[in-house]
């Protein structure tokens, strides 16, 4: 007679283990039940499938059979199709959010495995990354804001690379910006405006050292008198408003806003794709 073969995990062969040395007097159904986490109600039954079983009693009876959760091929080619036919370059968080608006629910982990076998996507490869020292968000909103401008591709072939100027705060990550045609002092100062207009005075503005905000002029007279350096029109700006400027040292430095700009040339491009925005609106 032909041996049967069957594959325990290490979970299943532990249990049966301890219900051969119950089933042979060596443990009782109390210290078996311990040893294996269950209530004595459950060693006692699963002595009984040993008894009628054999070693298959530690099986569950539900392995190889399909899910009760799993959902209908037909469904997964149907959100398949419809990702090809609206959601292509979409990743499957950003793809999951727009099926659920018309009534595909499916977990983006879900949707995930079906997109990478379907070659929609590619799980990004982990890099190691150089380790930074990491600074602590502010305790308050207002404290800090980080001011910064992206140039690209917004919409896409239905208009011309513009700029997206922002302005994020440390502590919350709540943020306003606005498109312009350039990245220049008018422009961030419109957009500086626009913040104080809706979240008021921060205590200090956080940028690079773009010319905009740092002067690379010499001191001039008058602020030489003053004791002062030379500022740019942004830096006076900042003065007049009682606002102190914090220069980043490094583009790292800048962290916040840049993982915003990432994240917008993802999500916010496609959102306006979808929505027909273009130059002429």
Not at 12 to 32: P, W, Y
Not at 56 to 79: D, T, Y
Not at 128 to 154: H, T
């Amino acid at each position: 007679m032909e041996t049967e073969r069957m594959a325990l995990s290490q979970r299943e062969r532990d249990r049966l283990r301890v219900l051969q040395d119950v089933k042979q007097g060596h443990l009782t159904q109390r210290e078996g039940a311990g040893r294996i986490h269950l209530c004595d109600r459950q060693v006692r039954r699963l002595l009984l499938r040993l008894q009628e079983r054999g070693d298959r009693a530690v099986i569950h009876g539900l392995r190889g059979r399909p899910s009760n959760r799993k959902f209908a091929v037909s469904f997964e080619q149907k959100i398949l199709a419809r990702i090809r036919q609206r959601y292509a370059d979409f990743g499957p968080t950003l793809a999951a959010e727009h099926l659920a608006k018309e009534g595909l629910i499916v977990s983006r982990e879900t949707l995930r495995k079906w997109m990478t076998q379907a070659a929609f996507w590619r799980p990004r490869r982990q890099r190691v990354k150089k380790i930074y020292v990491w600074r602590e968000r502010r305790a308050s909103f207002g404290e800090l804001v980080m001011q910064d401008s992206s140039p690209f591709r917004w919409l896409e072939d239905r208009g011309p690379a513009c700029q997206l100027i922002a302005v994020i705060d440390d502590a919350t990550s709540k943020f306003w910006a606005r498109f312009t045609e350039h990245d220049t002092t008018e422009e961030n100062l419109r957009t500086l405006g626009g913040w104080l207009e809706r979240y008021g005075r921060p205590v200090a503005h956080y940028t690079d050292k773009n010319s905009i905000f740092r002067a690379t002029r010499r001191a001039d007279i008058g602020e030489q008198l003053q004791g002062e350096g030379a500022r740019s029109q942004f830096g006076r700006a900042l003065k007049e408003l009682g606002i102190e400027w914090i220069a980043a040292q490094s583009p790292q430095a800048k962290g916040r806003i840049e993982r915003l700009f990432g994240t917008l040339q993802d999500r916010l491009v496609k959102e306006m794709r979808l929505a027909r925005i273009s130059h002429e609106e």
